[in-house]
């Protein structure tokens, strides 16, 4: 059998959150350590103490398995209704703690592995990256976008283009050369007193870009 089909998942059979879970964590240690080419259903299977049918049963093929285990991480990190905007919210305060909670998850262990794997590859495995990238940073900017649109609806900020905007508020967490230092290994990920610190300076800079004035 490829690695890219499965067999018939047996219906009406609740599955294991906990079988799903340790599938997840096995799956994200052998994408990290073997790549995507390199990572077998079977070993993810073993590592998970798991049947191979079981895993193809909570995730139907390899590609699946590798988008969730990156939508986990970053779901657990940056969950959907942190972008969620009500009527009288402040889209300052929400912007402070999504700006927090991105850097946290740029600068984790797992994300900075991820990325250097990605880069040591040299886009040979351009599926692992492309699988990576609509899981990850595309799903983070979507949602960013939502969150612009309804601050536009509610006429809280002033956004014409809301994929150019939600792209401008990350570049400015992530300027200059910080996430580079970062991930060739030139600095340490920066203390949560700092990046307080400079989400706010980019909050400061959002805010006076795409706020509305009186």
Do not use: W
Not at 25 to 49: I, N
Not at 58 to 64: E, G, L, N, W
Not at 97 to 103: D, M, V, Y
Not at 163 to 184: H, K, M, S, Y
Request: net charge negative.
């Amino acid at each position: 059998m490829s690695e890219l089909s499965s067999p018939a998942a047996s219906r009406g059979r609740p599955k294991d959150p906990a079988k799903r879970r340790a599938i997840l964590d096995a799956a994200k240690g052998l994408f990290l350590s073997e790549g995507f080419a390199g990572t077998s259903m079977d070993a993810v299977a073993a590592a998970a103490g798991v049947s191979k049918l079981t895993v193809y049963s909570h995730f139907s093929d390899k590609a699946t398995l590798f988008s969730a285990a990156v939508e986990a991480k970053c779901g657990s990190q940056m969950p959907m209704p942190m972008f969620d905007l009500e009527e009288g919210a402040s889209v300052a305060g929400m912007l402070q703690r999504i700006g927090e909670a991105f850097l946290e998850m740029i600068d984790s262990e797992d994300s900075v592995r991820l990325m250097r794997l990605l880069c040591g590859m040299g886009g040979r495995d351009t599926e692992m990256a492309q699988l990576f990238y609509e899981a990850g940073p595309r799903r983070t900017l979507t949602q960013m976008e939502r969150f612009l649109r309804r601050a536009q609806e509610l006429e809280l900020l002033r956004v014409e283009d809301p994929a150019t905007a939600a792209e401008f508020f990350f570049g400015l967490l992530q300027g200059g050369c910080r996430n580079v230092q970062v991930l060739i290994g030139c600095c340490e990920a920066p203390s949560e007193a700092e990046n307080r610190e400079r989400v706010a300076a980019a909050v400061q800079v959002f805010m006076r870009a795409y706020g509305t004035r009186e």
